[in-house]
């Protein structure tokens, strides 16, 4: 529910004797690292360097836009895959300059999809295409079915509109319109009416939750394929296929000119993961650069324990490296890395209070958001779980977790509206610490 990660190649970093350009550069300012570059023949294409910042800028706007990631689970995974987008951006600068096509005569050359391309597609898709089939139409709906028959013989004689503008004010009868229902969207009660072979436009349709008139404005079956190039699927489709023929030109020049797109180390598992490397050929690849032969590890590089961690659940062999597992999760939490992703695997191996308080604490963080943006059914169980765990807490021997229980379980239940339950526990957390201050 949590987990954000997947929303969003290679080896080492620069050394100043292979690249003493940038290796000057950074002479220059301290600042300036390098994350990522394209290799050919050994050495970094002209122009293909990218630097943090260069990274920073584009991951911001993932911010921006998702809010955040988990540090050590999320981010890592979001900024190989921005380097990943920024080297394709770059091989295609790179070829497209080789043609002296610029990028948008490049793309446009090795990404048309033409009109006998599609039916070609068509008639080897039909039957998946004929699922995407649509309807447009407007409806009234009625709280008796005896209203809902008098307008449907009305709307028969005098037309749908016509019959809408002659009912009475004191009419209680509701009216909408759709654009484009596909039938894969549409309840079972109303596939039928909707999407059967009815010679009348105006339909009617009674259910438990209303007595319907349909008017069917438009009804795109997609059985052929002069209806499907006439439907908004047709250029939807063809934009894929298009995207899909581009991004499999780039695969190949990548081979046939035998480049390579190199990232820094610490991005170096997180790429392979990013590219799409089965992850049981990355465990064989990388599981020893990480553990040695009795599961000790042998590094603590918190994003590279992180991405070791992702493929082995990626490949869902957690019990054939379940010492590797654990301690990897626990070496991330000793570094200091507490968050919920991480508290959240860890508690499979430790119960202990304190792991426990900073679980729920944490949980109760997401908990307040999804409740203070409407969510709260979807989370019900999560928040019910979470309630009883601090309650628990909340009678620990240990003074600080348990005012740290009563401090959650009043917001908690302060955002939930129950300001008796709230109070109460504020009560007892004042009693425990009289200078605690609420927010």
Do not use: C
């Not at 430790?350 to 958001?369: A, F, M, Q």
């Amino acid at each position: 529910m949590f987990n954000l990660r997947r929303v969003f190649s290679f080896l080492v970093l620069l050394s100043v004797v292979l690249f003493p350009v940038i290796a000057l550069s950074e002479q220059q300012s301290n600042e300036v690292k390098i994350v990522g570059y394209l290799e050919k023949d050994g050495k970094a294409l002209e122009g293909s360097q990218i630097t943090e910042s260069d990274v920073e800028a584009i991951y911001q706007a993932y911010l921006d836009y998702y809010g955040s990631f988990d540090h050590i689970f999320e981010e890592p995974y979001v900024k190989a895959l921005v380097i990943d987008q920024i080297l394709r951006d770059r091989f295609i600068k790179y070829l497209s300059e080789k043609e002296g096509l610029n990028i948008e005569e490049f793309e446009e050359k090795y990404s048309e999809v033409s009109d006998e391309d599609m039916a070609a597609y068509y008639d080897e898709n039909r039957e998946e295409i004929m699922k995407e089939q649509y309807v447009d139409f407007d409806y009234a709906v009625f709280e008796t079915q005896e209203e809902a028959t008098s307008f449907y013989e009305l709307a028969q004689k005098l037309g749908f509109e016509k019959a809408l503008e002659s009912l009475p004010e004191t009419s209680t009868h509701e009216t909408d319109t759709y654009e484009g229902l596909k039938k894969s969207e549409t309840g079972d009660a109303f596939i039928d009416i909707l999407f059967g072979k009815y010679e009348n436009k105006v339909r009617l349709h009674s259910t438990e939750n209303g007595n319907f008139v349909f008017y069917i404005r438009n009804l795109n079956d997609l059985s052929t394929f002069e209806k499907f190039k006439n439907s908004p699927l047709y250029a939807e489709v063809q934009s894929n296929l298009s995207q899909n023929k581009f991004q499999k030109y780039i695969e190949e020049k990548v081979n046939s000119e035998k480049v390579n797109y190199v990232a820094a180390k610490e991005y170096e598992i997180w790429a392979k993961i990013v590219r799409g490397v089965p992850a049981e050929e990355i465990l064989s690849q990388h599981i020893k650069d990480v553990f040695d032969s009795t599961g000790n590890l042998t590094t603590e590089e918190p994003w590279t324990i992180s991405a070791i961690l992702t493929v082995i659940e990626d490949a869902k062999l957690q019990d054939e490296f379940s010492k590797e597992y654990e301690n990897g999760i626990r070496k991330l939490y000793d570094l200091g890395n507490k968050s919920f992703l991480i508290l959240a695997r860890l508690r499979q191996y430790d119960n202990s209070e304190k792991v426990s308080i900073e679980y729920n604490v944490e949980l109760s963080k997401i908990l307040i958001s999804y409740i203070e943006n409407g969510d709260t059914l979807s989370v019900m169980q999560y928040i019910y779980n979470n309630l009883m765990e601090l309650e628990s807490l909340s009678r620990s021997s240990d003074s600080l977790i348990r005012q740290t229980a009563l401090e959650y379980l009043y917001k908690m239940y302060k955002v939930l509206g129950d300001d008796e339950a709230a109070e109460k526990y504020l009560e007892q957390l004042k009693n425990e610490n009289p200078n605690y201050k609420e927010e």
